[in-house]
T-cell receptor, first 109, second 117 residues
Framework: SQQGEEDPQALSIQEGENATMNCSYKTSINNLQWYRQNSGRGLVHLILIRSNEREKHSGRLRVTLDTSKKSSSLLITASRAADTASYFCATEGTYKYIFGTGTRLKVLA | GAGVSQSPSNKVTEKGKDVELRCDPISGHTALYWYRQSLGQGLEFLIYFQGNSAPDKSGLPSDRFSAERTGGSVSTLTIQRTQQEDSAVYLC???????????????FGEGSRLTVL
């Protein structure tokens, strides 16, 4: 399978704590993206990091990319109950996007 | 339109029937993707359209699946002789491209949930 792997598969934390999820992939990439999916909804783009970048920030999100290890991590700081969702990484090669298996995050109020 | 629109949002059908799922991408987006998401799973690539180029159909799981994109805009995914294993959420996404450049971001519709009884 070309699908990326994410871990953990599920994560439950208290509001205010940080959440970290990891993504590993198999092929060479142009960029890596993170998406969020609320239950029963479509995916929403969160952040994109290019293959020549190592770290990127957007609000409470911090993404790192290690192309030598073919891995990325997404950190959500000061989590809120509204952050409860599934999070997917997606790698873009030429035009194809390969999605990871997702991390289900639950933030407890 | 303001976003990617998919219809129907829910479809229940009997095994063996044909179904059509529709996607209306964001105006001006030349790239269009179909993905399938089974319950609690990741996204499985089905097909990709880019402008007037031949589509990449490499992800279609069987010859019962087909898709077309008319006029470079609206796309229809057709599943013939549906089977229970076809039950899933079918997601459509579009992307802006110009001269080979792209922002990289995919814009998704809300999906069409298909249940085959």
């Amino acid at each position: 399978s070309q699908q990326g792997e994410e871990d953990p598969q599920a994560l439950s934390i208290q509001e205010g704590e940080n959440a970290t999820m990891n993504c590993s992939y198999k092929t060479s990439i142009n960029n890596l993206q993170w998406y969020r999916q609320n239950s029963g909804r479509g995916l929403v783009h969160l952040i994109l990091i290019r293959s020549n970048e190592r770290e990127k920030h957007s609000g409470r999100l911090r993404v790192t990319l290690d192309t030598s290890k073919k891995s990325s991590s997404l950190l959500i700081t000061a989590s809120r109950a509204a952050d409860t969702a599934s999070y997917f990484c997606a790698t873009e090669g030429t035009y194809k996007y390969i999605f990871g298996t997702g991390t289900r995050l639950k933030v407890l109020a | 339109g303001a976003g990617v629109s998919q219809s129907p949002s829910n479809k229940v059908t009997e095994k063996g029937k044909d179904v059509e799922l529709r996607c209306d991408p964001i105006s001006g987006h030349t790239a269009l993707y179909w993905y399938r998401q089974s319950l609690g799973q990741g996204l499985e690539f089905l097909i990709y359209f880019q402008g007037n180029s031949a589509p990449d159909k490499s992800g279609l799981p069987s010859d019962r699946f087909s898709a077309e994109r008319t006029g470079g805009s609206v796309s229809t995914l057709t599943i013939q002789r549906t089977q229970q294993e076809d039950s899933a959420v079918y997601l459509c996404a579009s992307r802006w491209t110009s001269g080979g450049a792209s922002t990289g971001e995919l814009f998704f519709g809300e999906g069409s949930r298909l249940t085959v009884l």
